[in-house]
């Protein structure tokens, strides 16, 4: 079946350092791909979102580029601030829709001043 | 109100008593989701309605109850919970075409005592 794999926390890095944080995924034909972020206390947020190969999902200056070669969505940010600090989560959508989303179990960075 | 909505956002309750947790969506969407988020565990997708029908129900047990009266509106009811039901609930809508991103209330962090 289709499922998502993502680095294992915690993250912990240091203000302005560069982040990645890795997705891969298993999954046929072309999955919608997608990073959330939760903040602490909150709810998912949709943090950006690619639907075909090659697109580059940007947002608040992370980006994320669908490898089909690869079947990797890696999440890049060049420099983190302490505000970034939360829980992240990749996920997909299998081809053709589907109302059931696959999440990995999430990584959880921590941002120090 | 935009979004999506959940109340209450904590609860405390016993294992005798009976309960709702109530999510509203101002979005337009016609799918809507209970995920249960424990600690250290990944995210869990309960139930899953579509044009207010049922599409998915992961093997929850009883105690949970869920209820769509209609695709803005979606209900989990419990009773006789059990202390391991503490989580964060989380509430989600998405539309049924598109890429399905899925959009999440705060949750309710429930507390079984």
Redesign the interface.
Known sequence: GDSVTQMEGPVTLSEEAFLTINCTYTATGYP?L?W?VQYP??????LL?A?KADDKGSNKGFEATYRKETTSFHLEKGSVQVSDSAVY?CAL?PQG?????V????TKLTVNP | ETG?T?TPRHLVMGMTNKKSLKCEQHLGHN?M?WYKQSAKK??E?MF?Y?LEER??NNSVPSRFSPECPNSSHLFLHLHTLQPEDSALY?C?S?R????????????TRLTVT
């Open positions: 919608s997608f959330y206390g909150e709810g998912l947020q949709l979102k639907t989560f959508c829709g589907s109302e059931k989303l999440f990995g179990k999430g | 999506v959940q799918a989701y990944p995210l997708l899953v579509s599409v998915e989380l989600a998405s049924r075409t598109g890429s399905y991103e899925q959009y999440f209330g705060p949750g």
